[in-house]
């Protein structure tokens, strides 16, 4: 079954909403969801299969992406496993301790690496794309157990269901590229998989979010973008949330919290959280550049800075923000 990412802002609004709900029958106003308090976060462990030990995440890119933006997602990458202070910045948390919080997953413990990158900028599926034909994309990439295949489309492919409904998916499949339905399939010869796309110009406000003016719910003054694109650190905001989804639930009997159709993972769990004092349409206080104004809460290698989710810490059994 696949794992939907919604729009981060939405989902914390439908979240509040329904806790206003509860109290009395009446719409819910911007001020009362700023004042109500989210309701508990508890994500259970079903003791299903977990990914755990070494792993290489894969890129698919489809359609066309300048070098500036692949360096984003491969620095992202890399910067998972690297667990040395940024020159630049020795005090800043590290994206590494970001990812750390997934060891805290019993049993735990996914060390992703950078794996090999296939093109494809001529489109050999076309321009629009279904789960299914992500899923064959996804087994181009030669995937394996100890693999994580990551497909990103390019901001002019059209993939079902994007910016309407989500703004990305994990999954898995086997080796033929069918997708897996059901937590009981999950075994040898199955793969995790993630899509996720470029929201620049399709739904920036759904999904770029909060590098972009939101396109409903509470208005605030969008981010600077770390990495000066809205779109590819909007997918970086995606892609690391579906990263932890992928080891921490891969096959549906993970951890999670709600129904088995639409649950709320390690990062979902925590949606429109960056730093401290976030709520629904102010993501939170966070360090800024004061060079370039850009809002940040994670160095990488090189120094590149990154802004990533709040995720829930199975030892607090808190939303952790890095800042």
């Not at 020159?87 to 301790?97: E, N, Y």
């Not at 850009?294 to 059994?317: E, Q």
Request: with cysteine.
């Amino acid at each position: 079954m696949a794992h939907f990412l919604y729009s981060p802002l939405l989902a914390w609004i439908l979240l509040l909403a329904v806790a206003i709900a509860g109290g009395e029958a009446e719409a819910a106003t911007p001020r009362q969801l700023f004042l109500v308090t989210p309701p508990p976060v508890t994500l259970t462990n079903h003791h299903g299969q977990l990914l755990t030990g070494n792993y290489s995440v894969n890129l698919l890119w489809y359609g066309r992406f300048t070098p500036a933006q692949r360096a984003t997602v491969a620095d992202f990458l890399l910067s998972l496993s690297s667990s040395s202070p940024s020159p630049s910045s020795p005090s800043a948390p590290s994206v590494a301790a970001w990812w750390a919080t997934t060891a805290r997953y019993h049993p735990g413990a996914a060390r992703l690496a950078l794996g090999r990158q296939v093109f494809d900028a001529d489109l050999s599926m076309g321009r629009r794309l279904s789960e299914t034909s992500l899923a064959v994309l996804a087994a181009r990439l030669s995937p394996h157990r100890n693999s994580i295949a990551v497909v990103i489309t390019a901001p002019d492919i059209l993939v079902d269901g994007f910016c309407l409904s989500h703004c990305g998916l994990h999954a898995s499949a086997t080796s033929t590229s069918s997708p897996s339905r059901t937590a009981a399939h999950a075994g040898r010869g199955r793969f995790a998989y993630v899509w996720v796309g470029n929201a620049a110009e399709q739904c920036p406000g759904e999904c770029a979010w909060p590098f972009h003016q939101p396109s409903y719910g509470p208005q605030s003054p969008p981010l600077v973008a770390p990495n000066a694109d809205v779109g590819m650190d909007g997918v970086i905001v995606n892609l690391a949330t579906l990263l932890a989804g992928a080891v921490t639930n891969p096959y549906g009997g993970g951890y999670f919290q709600g129904p088995t159709e639409a649950p709320l993972e390690a990062v979902t769990a925590c949606t429109g959280m960056f730093g401290a004092g976030a709520y629904p349409g102010y993501p939170g206080q966070l360090p800024v550049d004061a060079a370039t104004g850009a809002s940040y809460n994670a160095v990488g290698v090189d120094g590149r800075r990154f802004l990533l989710p709040a995720m829930w810490d199975p030892k607090t059994s808190q939303c952790s923000t890095l800042v």
